[in-house]
Every structure is written in structure tokens, then in C-alpha cells.
């Protein structure tokens, strides 16, 4: 029954899967595609960034000049908010969103366990989650040689891995909110908050010193700090961000184990 409720989670999430990929592979592609327009520009560019180093700091836009830069400031400012709110939705969706609907009492009416139900229905979020990223990757990498990026596969795959483990802790957090409180509302507006407040922190925190210390509790900072696009995968920021989901569906589970669940 484990493989069931894995697998029928997923075939249920198909076409918003389907609808979900060509938003990320389209902003994908239209904002990379701009490169070699901006590269011809993009010295007035600098110019413009520098006039306001408080803003360009905060947006990411401190090096324009580079197709790193370009797509830091660009793709990996836009893909992560789709993808973040693609995983709150499946996360809040997961457990609060059947059981309101009383669709998760008659998976519990099989022979399953609330902890495996709780791990099954983890795993089919995050391999959504990891499907997004996949065709983020696949898209930067077929217009790598196209648009002339310069971008190695594998600093592409480690920038398309961060965006997928970001989304993947607001995903879970929605997740762990509804298989606590049963209320796919709370999953959403929790997941939301923390998604907002976690993205706040690592932009516009940066132009106050007093609160600077909102980066530490965000997911993007762990996600984009580094630079995964120059420098590859860091593995201590990575696996920072791994492992946020995988405590939260833990709390979420040995509590799920022992609550009322709505009927």
C-alpha cells in the first residue's frame, strides 16, 4: 500500500506538475535568453547598478557583466519564488488539503501506517519538487551553447539543486503546518510567511545592519549565498537545506501519530 499512496499522490498531481514545469521552463528561458542582448549593454548596466549599490546589493545585481551574474540576478530571482510557491501548495495539499476534504481517512482505512503515510506522501512532494528543478536544468542547459553562457553543467546542476532544496524547506514547512493542524489554510498562509520573511531576510536585511541576522534564518541565503553558479555545490550550506525538510517531516510525523485527525 506504501508504493500506492507514493505513486497515486503523484499521478493526482500530474497536471498541475505539467503546469507547473512550463512556468519554470518558460521564465527559464525567457530571462536567459535575454544574455546576449544584456551582454552588449552590459557595462551601462554596471554603471547603473553602481549608481545604487544599496539596491543592486539587496536584488543580487552586483555583477551584471557576467552570464553568472546575469542569470544570479535574473532566473535565480524569479524560478525560486515560482518554485517555492509550487511546493507550498503540493505541501499544504499532502495531508491538510485530504483531510479536510475527508479524502485521507479513506487512505488510513487501508493497511497503512500514519507513519508511512507521513513519509509516502514526503517523498512524492519532494520528488515534485526535484521534477521542477530537473527542467530548470535541462532548460539552462540546452540554451548553455545556444546563448554562449560558459556555464559548466555542473555549476548549472548545483544552482538548479539550491533552488530545489529552498523550495523544498517552505514546501515541508507548509507540509509539517498541515499534518499538525489538519487546516490546509494554516499549511498555506505558514508556509507562505515563512517563505516571505525567509526571502525578506536575504535581500532587504542586507541594507540594515540591525537586521542582518534574518539571513541566517532563511533557506535562501543558504541556497544562493554561495554562488553555486561560480564556485559549485558548498556542501556545509547544502546540507543545511537538505536537512530542514527531512527534521520537519520528522516532527510532522511522530506528531501526526498521536492527533485527532478531522473525520
Keep these: ?24 521552463a518558460a521564465v527559464t ?16 548596466m554596471q554603471q547603473y547598478v553602481e549608481a545604487m549599490p544599496a539596491m543592486g546589493e539587496a536584488m543580487g545585481w552586483n555583477d551584471m557583466t557576467s552570464p553568472e551574474g546575469y542569470i544570479e540576478a535574473t532566473v535565480l530571482l524569479l524560478v525560486p519564488v515560482l518554485m517555492v510557491v509550487a511546493a507550498i501548495g503540493v505541501g499544504a495539499r499532502a495531508v491538510a488539503g485530504d483531510e479536510e476534504e475527508g479524502a485521507l481517512e479513506l487512505v488510513m482505512a487501508y493497511p497503512v501506517g500514519r507513519t508511512s503515510l507521513l513519509v509516502q506522501r514526503f517523498a512524492a512532494s ?19 551553447p545556444v546563448l554562449d553562457l560558459g556555464i559548466g553543467a555542473g555549476h548549472l546542476a548545483a544552482a538548479c539543486l539550491s533552488t530545489a532544496l529552498v523550495a523544498l524547506c517552505y514546501g ?6 498541515g499534518a499538525v493542524t489538519g487546516r490546509r489554510s494554516f499549511a498555506i498562509a505558514g508556509g507562505a510567511f515563512l517563505a516571505v520573511v525567509g526571502y525578506l531576510g536575504d535581500t ?12 541566517f534564518t532563511s533557506a535562501f541565503y543558504y ?19 537538505a536537512a530542514v525538510p527531512l527534521v520537519l517531516a520528522a516532527v510532522a510525523a511522530a506528531v501526526f501519530a498521536r492527533r485527532d485527525v478531522l473525520v
Design 204 to 215: 532587504f536585511a542586507l541594507t540594515v545592519d540591525d537586521l542582518e541576522w534574518m539571513r
Design 223 to 241: 541556497g544562493f549565498d554561495p554562488e553555486p553558479l561560480v564556485n559549485g555545490v558548498d556542501p556545509g550550506y547544502t546540507l543545511v537545506i
Design 29 to 44: 528561458a525567457m530571462y536567459a535568453a535575454f544574455w546576449p542582448t544584456m551582454a552588449d549593454t552590459a557595462d551601462l
Design 126 to 144: 519532494a520528488v515534485h519538487t526535484a521534477v521542477l528543478g530537473a527542467v530548470m536544468f535541462l532548460v539552462l542547459l540546452g540554451l548553455s
Design 172 to 177: 515541508t514547512a507548509a507540509f509539517a503546518i
Design 1 to 24: 500500500m506504501g508504493v500506492q499512496v507514493f505513486g497515486r499522490f503523484l499521478r493526482e498531481r500530474a497536471r498541475g506538475l505539467a503546469g507547473w514545469s512550463l512556468a519554470v
